[in-house]
């Protein structure tokens, strides 16, 4: 798909299938209906109007529904809008499917599976090893294909994977930089920390909040199932004391949703990784999208800077 | 005891027996080692030092041991300071017992315990009912001897219980007064919200914290015993998340510690009684102290203020 | 009015009469002028759209104006808009009357009256029931009347009124559970609190600021009225100091307007009691439009939160 | 009083009469009471200990009573300590006195007065003329004495005088670079910004905060004491909100004790001055302490900075 | 140029020649392409809309571009906008050019120049004269054109050299209240502390950030480039260093921009009369558009207050 | 030097010589003068007091000189102290020197330097390259001795080296797992960001801040230097404005000391880089100190936290 929706230009022509993924309805001043549609591919997305609906389009075009879709790119108040010069709803015959207009991260599914297996298998405390193994073995599938969140970072299919396993890659680098570290506990500790998002989060394609999201978060219903399950596996020892301090802290901050500050080594270090693969995983992809010489959009999760590409970076 | 520590004035005499509650050695300029102890009874605590000792002096009046001690109160710094003229340990014919030295609560726990299961009773929901009812039974004894808090308010034996009994008739009467509220999940809120300090607190006559209490907190450890003990009484439905919501979000805010601000209507009225009471409680007894015309010393937990007590209250 | 604006939904016809509450004039992007009404009735408010509107137009549809209105409820931009079919301004034979068109409190003024004429009675300092008695002589037509503030909580018809008795009574309850409260105290401070709106706010009907109200506020204002009352009545003794510093410190903190936080018992409970009603008003109205399941909207002044009615409260 | 203990230096000997402004009782390591004194004259502060004191001492050696003295200066932890080698009260033929102990303003209060009568004098609007003239009248005599605040800054007798009478000069000087200022309302609001100190602060030379003050603050006070004096002098108009406006506003924020910002042209420009003219006295009285190449101590209401002294400055 | 379009109200008529700022391209609902402009002369700004455009329009009405132009002022959400009737770009006949459209401060620049040459002429330590004369030597021709601000205060020709003035003529009249004060310090902080505007803006006519401005900003850059004029003109002693630090600290604290505070007494000065001539530009030109008894816009550099003029301004 | 001073424990014996890092005069209650000494070697540093000293004391034992030490280790209000049995000044035969008592980077100079000129070997871009070339030839000496801070992380001779050489590590790390970093602009970075403080500090063994220090800290002399280098090596194009931005920004915030926030990929990773490897340093080393199941002093540097070592942890 590499003449996605993201690499289209003021003043293109559109033509292809593509994914409702918002929907919904206004009417003009003067008093005709209309949908307000958000667009989108694997490689981005768009908003277009459909003027002069009737209750019918209303009930054809909605989320999760592809169409195939003819318009050209305008621009209004600043921002890209498609203007759709006709659109119909694809068919089964059209041989397209959801899947096939959702970013994924680089790294194949399998991959990812094979290397958090890899680092389990190099773990050699019993307790934090069952552990991890047992959180693994309940969640796999949606482990390897929920986003990391719902915006800002690693916001695709297998984020939340992909994510995780850059973080392995840093420990394992950092370890060797620090071998006083716990080289297990810091692991599991990446392994675990943000698996309560796959309660937190609705699901991979449309990601909002659960309500048990919204009144709980994913680090105490995380720290809950840590919790529950070395009760299962009648685990004792302050292993998982650590690892739930470890998910607890890993915000860094009470203001930022850590109730507990990291108090241990390897708590302090997660949080910091967590960090960097956040900030380069939404850098890298920002800055891949302008020139040398220009700034970049504003980024929300960077407190709202826009970063400079110089002049002597090659393309 | 009217005669306790709590009375007493600068220059007094003082002749009876006292807990140690703490004790640590120094060395004077003059390099002849000391003891510094903090000395309480039910009515306050004072501190002390006894010059001059030898390891055996160490080695005797350690925390937990009662004295009986003769001295004067002196005043050092601007506080008052027990000047000891003799001093040794209590035998066990003196027919004292570390509990007579404990401040407890105004009302007895029989009390305290029937006012519990008088509210437990008046629940519907049978879900509340049963995870209150499961908490009661497992915690019985320390609930009714743990104080709310290692300081400030209710800080005495039973002080958990007594506050809890507090909020909930505060609870009753804000129900007359607002009839939308769920009182089901007002109460069983109320009796959950500070159980968990069970186990981030030490203990009643030294309370300090546990290291699960340092590393995870008493919200995000009770949150998991509710979701633990829900599971073992094969609980279903949403009362058992809303529960933990309360438990959750009672201190409010993200930097008080908790990760979600009240985000249910009982939720926000749990926190606003919590503060009503702790705040009366802490104000009742410091106005006490001081006559009419007078400023109470500065109170750390109500911000620093010192309060002031108006000329026309009768003491 | 069961009928009335806050209870269409999207979709719905409306047939009604309705009160202008602003107006504004606009030009479409063709050029051609239009008027923005705000409509408002006793259950809510409605932004409407008057197209291709000449000079008579606009001098006709101006706040205060009740108009008969036929049209439909749209959306636009994700609010609700109501599509005028026809409109006319009311004549005097249509038989309705600005009063009809607003908000009023859920108890009759004469209850209201009641109520602080029996509390006034029962307090038994004479100088706090002196001020208060003249106070409540001075404003009573008003008081009856007014706001508790322009928007937010108590925005209605005897709102000031309905709020005031509402905090006496839970100051009644609240000194059956801590007796060592000043009663009178605490019952003039709630009485006199804020007072000063009404001299800080513009009227009943369409409620802004008044350049006193912006340039120094109701809390300054009424600590002043305070005084000069207290001087006409000859009252002295730190009856008067007290009921001043009560009424400064009752928004609790600097940043949000008292310049002394209460530094009194009684101040402390007057601000937290009114913290509770503001909040219990609020949010019983807000939770009273939402089905169990579903959370309100963001309310701006509960620090943006939208709250939660959870499954098990019937509607 | 050239030699006075501001200027003395580390290991020299001191034979003067001194004035004691605090006095409080300690008890050695060894059980033996001593006093702790605060001594000053008008040049500065210094602490002394009076060892092996007896009943009689504690009640000769008070606050406000004179003493002849002699000693030596001495360090202890970091600060200058006066080592008392002999002590005695001051007595009737010793023709010393209070006043003489006590720093005063650079400018006679003569001198201050004639200014202040000057402004007034030049003034034109007459509500604020004579709003102004009565409150000098009122408090004259406390006016000329009193210290501008009980630390920081025009910290001496005459203290708040020299400040108001400095500050006008600027005003004067700022009205002629910016001509549209109204000159009358600067006058007037510096001269009545601070008149509430006089009953928010004790006295003139132990100054501590009356209970008034305390509770409600001088702006409160002030902003009270123009309604009322515009009421007994029947002053119409918006001279007296603004006046009350300038006063309430004078400290700039919220945090900082004005519950209204500065609204008006004149309002923002009083706080600007009054924050200039403090400052100037800070850093002047605490740069001629110190020579070129050096820091002056930190000081507590400059945000505790140290101030440099370049080299380049002649002393 | 009275007849700027900043005097007109809504409903008037216009026909003159304006200078276009910015120009952004749109399309309507009904997908056609229209031009943004946003027009200014000496007087204000106003947006308009040109309808129905083509690919030639927008190659012509491009910012800096002077047009004639007819219309009507109308009011669109709430904001004045131009409604065109017929445009033109200007021919070189039309004897018009871009500075007539552009503000202007309202001191000549030759006499802002001789006022500078007077001050540097006053200073008499040769350290400091000589970098400030070497710095007005080289940036002659653009510190007497630049705006001191892209927006908010001076925002205008010559904005920065009159900001300097206004401030050296307060600064001259603190010097005789203050005599302290080194004269020389103060002034060559003054001439300096800004320069770094000069490389940080864009340009007079239409002001934007460099990129170094934006990775650097003005204060780095000046204290830079003090170091090399410096070095060049090989001066030796303090003065560099403190005349860095006075620069380096005028924006008071870390959080405006500022890494050191102010830490010698001009550099606290420096601030303060910034602070003044600033606000004090700001406020003029606000009010000066508003009537007695009206309030100004919200100003945004100014905490976003808006500041009453009261009603015994004569206006 | 195993037996050094920050392995002892209270109780122990000391006979060893000490260097003697701060010595300051005291008098005793009793008016005898005292030296409080801050001794240290290369473990760590103890407090001692040398009693009823005299004159010749106060001449000999004074900063950076050497001792020779009887005594015990004592505690003191919670803390160790020297209790001081003899002491004499080192004599020249001893054959100790100031640099056996300072603690020193775990890695030799030699080796720190190889890895400096390996990495600068390994840079490609010639602009970068020279510039770093010249800074370490300038001050290779300084660069080599001076700690990386007065206190906290790498405050031992070569910390500076030893932080740099660290962290320089890691970003070739990084590099793999982010291949779209550039390597030359990262190492650059880094080498250069702390080497203003060869002239914020004042030296390897007593460190304090420099007037300069002081006035404009670290970063900006840092900016103002890379500026004049590049100047004489006639360095032109962008890389010289982003060298400047990465060092100006790597405090990450205003309110942090950097007046710009990263705004470039490596200036936002070199400002992670340097918190990873101070926080790693400051951790390590104070978890070398306790014993699984404790935890460590609190760390002002790391927001004032203790650290948990975990009981599964092998000392």
Known sequence: MKNGIGNFSIGDSFENFILIKESSRGVTSNGKPFLTLILRDATGEIEAKLWDTNKEDEEIFVPEQIVKLTGEINQFRGKAQLKITSIRPAQSTDGVQVSDFVAKAPVEKEVLMEKLTETIFEMKNPS??????????????????????????????????HHIVSMLALAKELHKLYPELNKDLLYAGIILHDLGKLKELSGVVTTSYTIEGKLLGHIPMMVEEIGHISKELEIEGEEVLILQHLVLSHHGKAEWGSPKPPLVREAELLHLIDLIDAKMNMLNRSLDKVKPGEFTER???MDNRAFYKPLFEEN
């Open 128 to 161: 934090m090893q069952r552990i991890v193994r047992a959180f693994i073995k309940k969640y796999q599938e949606a482990l390897l294909t929920y986003p990391a969140a719902s915006k800002n970072h690693h916001e695709y299919v297998s984020g939340l994977a």
């Open 299 to 301: 980024m929300f999760a």
